[in-house]
């Protein structure tokens, strides 16, 4: 999975992408088919090795996973080689709209659950339905639902009909909280199956804030949440969400909605359980909680190794709930898809399979601690463990089994509208603007691009 700031910054590029996939539209591959799955040396050859290339991004525990499934990957598949394109997760984007443009398209790559649709108007992404479903080999039924409706398309809305890529994995963003640090402040730990109420946060949230030094500082803050990966959690657990069923109306306007984002604005301005921007800028907040002086930060599934390490104990909560009594948050993946022209489908299908639906490949992931397993049989084997940690792996299950959602921009042809809204957020979150104002000045905005992105959407439909 993405690390936090990766996500939001390739989140930003799908526009980007968007319009260089214009221009690859009139390339149906009606003859020539150019993508660099074909370009094995002995692929001509009867009975010669075909040579699959594997485009995909990921750190250093990432990284040495994926070598080693592919390599197991080939053991098993000894007519078949893996030429392996690995990057940093902030050039992935750009390398994979050069292929694209460069009509070099990796035979297997990573790819945005965003960009689904565009992929399948452009004639990217190969339909992977005819190759998964009734295989004996993969049981759809035991993979989450969540991640596999991701890369499904019907040609008009995103979430339904045929497959186009099958999930790498799904990332539930959970609640971490620091133990070591509710033991000392003498605080219950939080229910692992009733969440706080806003109010009750907050209670305990300022008990967890401290000047533990007595120079007359805060050195101890209970919260250092990210808007962009953290207010989803305010605003759908009391009812609100950015667009509405429709996906074709902007919905920030909600009243329920203002007062997530004056809840979130309120936390440091108000309660002051938040570092201000000035004490971020010195030390940011994933820092401090890594260290040890934040009592809460949202954990997910790719940072359970790096956490090994952590100078305290930490586990899992639910997050607190708004109006409707629930918890919310939005769990992220990333699909895995077979070029449009690879010349060995059948192959670049198997690897596809065995990176995301094999016991073989799962197994090898998530011992590596870079995901939880795409298989829900060995998901609630592996979550029952109690002693890896977090102790409370279940919550990442509730999270993709029950309370997950996918960001707002997924369903919709570019995301410019979603990014808009927090371009501009800085105001109110320096309560310079109150949300109630700066929903109803916003709205319009998004509006007007949301309109545009649903007119590039028909407009690429009608040129299928």
Known sequence: MLNKKGWFTLLSLVLVLSAVLAGCGGNNGGGEASGNGGKSGNSGKSGGTKELTFMYRGGTDEQKAYSAVVKKFEEDHPGVKVKIVVTAADQYATKLKAAITGNKVPD???????????????????????????????????????????????????????????????????????????????????????PYTWDEFIEVSKQLTKDTNGDGKIDQYATGFNVNWALQSMVWSNGADWIDETKKKVTIDDPKFAEALQYFADMQNVHKITPSAE?????????????????????????????ETLP???????????????????????????SAKTKHPEEAVALVNYLTASKEGMEMLVKAKVQIPNLIDMAEEWAA?????????????????????????????????????????QPVLDGKITAADYVKQEQPKMQKLLDKAIEAEEKAKAKK
Do not use: C
Request: charged share 20%.
């Open 385 to 425: 463990d109690t002693s890896t940690k977090p102790a409370n792996k279940k919550e990442f299950l509730d999270v993709v089994g029950e309370y997950g959602r996918v960001l707002p921009g997924h369903y919709t042809w570019t995301s410019e509208w979603y990014d808009l809204f927090f371009t501009d957020i």
């Open 108 to 194: 297997v790559f990573y790819f945005e659950s965003g960009d689904t649709k565009a992929y399948v108007h452009n004639n990217i992404l190969m339909d992977l339905t005819p190759y998964v479903e009734n295989n004996p080999e993969i049981n759809l039924d035991n993979m989450w639902k969540y991640g596999l409706d991701l890369y499904r398309y019907d040609g008009d809305m995103a979430g339904q009909g045929n497959l186009y890529g099958m999930p790498k994995d799904v990332g539930p963003f959970a609640l971490g909280y620091n133990k070591t640090m509710f033991e000392k402040s003498g605080i219950p730990f939080p229910d692992p199956d009733k």
């Open 279 to 307: 004490d971020a800028q010195t030390l940011d907040t994933y820092q401090r909680w890594m260290k040890g002086e934040l009592a809460f930060f949202p954990v997910g599934p790719w940072d359970m190794s790096t956490y």
């Open 312 to 338: 305290f104990e930490y586990d899992l909560m639910p997050y607190p709930a708004g109006s409707t009594g629930k918890s919310a948050t939005w769990t992220g993946s990333l699909g895995i898809g077979v």
